[in-house]
């Protein structure tokens, strides 16, 4: 036997996730539905363009009022 084998560590949350996937083999392809549902969308880019230009540049401090 070699002395430096260790087993492998795993922690309890990994082990808990392992045992779901193993117990549950649809939720990943469930949680890619909901990814794509909230996260994955198609930009129009002309739209984006435009908002950006209408940006108003920020001032460097927000609450000084205007020199009058």
Same mark, same amino acid.
């Given at each position: 036997?070699?002395?430096?084998?260790? #087993?492998?560590?795993?922690?309890? /949350? !990994?082990?808990?996730?392992?045992?779901? *996937?193993?117990? *549950? #083999?649809?939720?990943? /392809?469930?949680?890619r539905?909901?990814?794509?549902?909230?996260?994955?969308? *198609?930009?129009?880019?002309?739209?984006?363009?435009?908002?950006?230009? /209408?940006?108003? #540049?920020?001032? #460097?401090?927000?609450?000084? !009022?205007?020199p009058?």
């Open positions: 036997m070699n002395i430096f084998y260790r #087993p492998k560590y795993q922690s309890d /949350a !990994t082990q808990f996730l392992e045992q779901l *996937k193993t117990s *549950k #083999p649809e939720l990943e /392809a469930s949680q539905q909901g990814r794509e549902l909230l996260w994955d969308k *198609k930009l129009d880019r002309q739209v984006w363009s435009e908002y950006r230009q /209408a940006q108003v #540049p920020q001032q #460097p401090y927000v609450y000084q !009022t205007e009058t």
